[in-house]
Structures are given as structure tokens and as C-alpha cells.
């Protein structure tokens, strides 16, 4: 059974990744920047760094040596169907806003800041 205090430490944790890829990538703003949701920020990602900020998630969440129920869901978040077993994958799912989310409040808002 999920735990909703898991579902919400993971959810939280989740997007962690993108605070390391702003220290470690001069450009991160920029990214960010020219993505319409979250979602499309991750193909971004991919397609310049070679790795999401979910990947960054789970890099840190192992290297913390966080419980696989928080790992799993960090590192899955936009590949839910990557996680390693069922629950894994059912929490992934859980704890995670939807990929179409936009990355600012409105039209009329500027981009939503990348930690800088």
C-alpha cells in the first residue's frame, strides 16, 4: 500500500535534480526558459545535457542512499514505466504533477525562474 507521506516526500524530492543541474550547468536558465511544460523541459534536457533532471533526482537520491521507495519515484518521475518494479512505478505515477503542467502561472507571466 502507498504511504501518503512517501507520496509527498517523493514528490517534493522529485525535481531536486534541477537545482543541481542550475549549479552544474551555465545554461540551466536558459532551458528552463525555452520550455512551455515540464514535460517538454525534460526532452530539453535530454536532448542538450544528455540526462533530465530526473535522472539528477535519482543520481542524488542513491547517492544519498535515500530507501528505493523514495529513489525509484525521484528518478522515474517522467518515465514512470523505467521503474524497476510495480510499486516503484505506481509511485512514480503518484507523485508527480502531470507532464502538461505550464512552466508559468499564465500567458502573461514571464518563464518561470530556474533558481537564479
Not at 522529485?14 to 551555465?26: E, N, P, T, Y
Request: proline residues 7%; contains cysteine; glycine residues 6%.
Amino acid at each position: 500500500m502507498i504511504q501518503r507521506e512517501e507520496c509527498f516526500l517523493a514528490g517534493l524530492l522529485a525535481d531536486i535534480g534541477m537545482l543541481a543541474l542550475d549549479q552544474a550547468c551555465d545554461n540551466y536558465g536558459e532551458l528552463c526558459r525555452q520550455s512551455r511544460t515540464h514535460a517538454e523541459l525534460a526532452e530539453i534536457e535530454l536532448d542538450v545535457l544528455g540526462l533530465t533532471h530526473a535522472d539528477a533526482s535519482g543520481l542524488l537520491a542513491r547517492q544519498w542512499k535515500l530507501p528505493a521507495m523514495l529513489a525509484i519515484p525521484m528518478g522515474a518521475h517522467h518515465r514512470p514505466e523505467a521503474a524497476t518494479d510495480a510499486f516503484g512505478m505506481k509511485m512514480a505515477r503518484s507523485s508527480t504533477s502531470p507532464a502538461s503542467a505550464p512552466m508559468s502561472s499564465s500567458k502573461s507571466a514571464p518563464p518561470r525562474p530556474c533558481w537564479r
